[in-house]
């Protein structure tokens, strides 16, 4: 199995509800299995469930995981609904189907109802003590677990609980993109080196797709052992349809197998966040124009959108991004590969979010906050994007609000939007 093929197959894995609660039909028939050949080993009586009882208990328990397991899944399906329509739908295989908290509670309750009917439909005139027993503490664990997840499904819902968790999902890839923490390393982009015509170039086969991954690694080493360059045109997130080009390949990596360079590449039906640094920055957006709807109309909630994106801003302004010429040892080039730039991370934090949130106080004051601070903390390379960001947040104020003091006030940075401290003196 190639890579890109494995790099699929994790994705779904990860992104898939039903995995832990089909591995725990096989482990239910080993456990059950390994406690009844234990409980005739150990011949218990002092337990003291007798067949009656027993059965009794039994099939309240089969009833109440049966359920668990139904209002789980119904629940599931509700969440799913409301996150599109109130949040957003690139959050559903990122946040809900990924978080394990919901997969293990739905495998205990599938475990405990397999394992409660094994034991019911077992049990004759002898009672397995031990197997009732497992069962017993099996139910009050399904109970107590679906106490916790219904809190846990009503706190992991919120907003802010979603933002908080594409964040950090977000600044671990920038992390990872970006490895180099010395800000300064991170010099202004330098000119293309010159490699003239491509020798080949390949065209994408198959399905129109996104680019989900690329394994650099890979491709670094078939250009050296090449002595070329390997150009990948698009970048990853970016949609690429049947026939338009992929590769670039200069000098002696035209000879290159293009089954080896394909395999280097992941592809998908949607963007994913593993390798795409600005996908976070796009879900946060995302959740931000949703609330800032005139069907919503929640521009708090896009404060909180507003307040993530400013940890993400200050964390790809303190990394070193790389060009895009990627070096061997040696220092020649080899492999060319976009990736987001300074510029890119900027405006998509602000540009949208000015226009839909512009005419609104909270936001025109939250969004001057973000970028004088950042203007601050981070280096004076940094500073040309943001102040041209800071000068159309002006222009766009100066086009929504006619009033004099409104427009005062609006200009004011405030890190809670509005309510923090005014800097107007009455």
Not at 90 to 108: H, K, P
Not at 361 to 389: F, G, K, S, Y
Request: hydrophobic share 45%.
């Amino acid at each position: 199995m190639s890579w890109n093929q494995l790099y699929r197959l994790r994705s779904y894995l990860r992104s898939s509800l039903w995995i832990v609660p089909f591995i725990a039909i096989p482990l239910e028939f080993i456990t059950a299995r390994l406690l009844r050949d234990l409980d005739h080993w150990l011949g218990w009586s002092f337990l003291g469930f007798s067949a009656q009882g027993a059965e009794a208990m039994l099939q309240g328990l089969i009833t109440a995981t049966m359920s668990f397991v139904v209002f789980t899944f119904g629940s599931m399906l509700v969440a799913i609904q409301v996150a599109s329509g109130q949040l957003t739908p690139r959050i559903i295989a990122t946040t809900l189907l990924q978080d394990n908290v919901v997969r293990y509670s739905v495998g205990l309750f599938v475990f405990a109802f397999l394992f409660v009917v094994a034991a019911a439909g077992r049990m004759d005139t002898r009672v397995d003590q031990l197997a009732v027993l497992v069962s017993a503490c099996l139910g009050i664990a399904c109970i107590g677990t679906l106490l916790y997840l219904i809190d846990y499904a009503a706190k992991l819902l919120r907003p802010i609980t979603i933002l908080a968790r594409v964040s950090r999902q977000g600044l671990a890839v920038i992390e990872s993109v970006y490895p180099e923490t010395s800000i300064g390393l991170d010099e202004p982009q330098s000119e293309r080196e010159t490699i003239g015509p491509p020798a080949r170039t390949i065209y994408h086969q198959g399905a129109s797709q996104v680019v989900l991954a690329i394994r650099v690694g890979t491709l670094l080493t078939k250009a050296e052992k090449s002595n070329g360059v390997i150009e990948f045109i698009p970048q990853v997130g970016d949609f690429v349809g049947v026939d338009e080009p992929l590769f670039n390949l200069y000098g002696g990596a035209a000879a290159i197998d293009e089954r080896d360079l394909r395999a280097a590449i992941a592809f998908g039906p949607e963007r994913t966040i593993e390798q795409d640094p600005t996908f976070a920055y796009r879900i946060v957006v995302d959740l931000a124009l949703k609330a800032l709807s005139p069907a919503i109309n929640d521009p708090t909630t896009a404060v909180l959108a507003i307040d993530q994106l400013h940890r993400l801003l200050r964390a790809a302004g303190r990394r070193h991004l790389r060009t895009d010429e990627i070096l061997d040892k040696s220092g020649n080039l080899r492999v060319v590969l976009r990736t987001p730039n300074w510029e890119d991370f900027v405006h998509l934090a602000f540009t949208e979010i000015r226009h839909c949130g512009a005419n609104n106080i909270q936001i025109a004051r939250r969004l001057r906050a973000v970028i004088e601070n950042l203007m601050q903390t981070l280096p004076e390379r940094r500073h040309p994007a943001l102040q041209q960001e800071l000068a159309s947040l002006d222009g766009s104020i100066q086009t929504h609000f006619s009033n004099a003091e409104d427009l005062a006030l609006a200009r004011i940075p405030d890190s809670q939007g509005l309510g923090g401290h005014s800097g107007l003196r009455r």
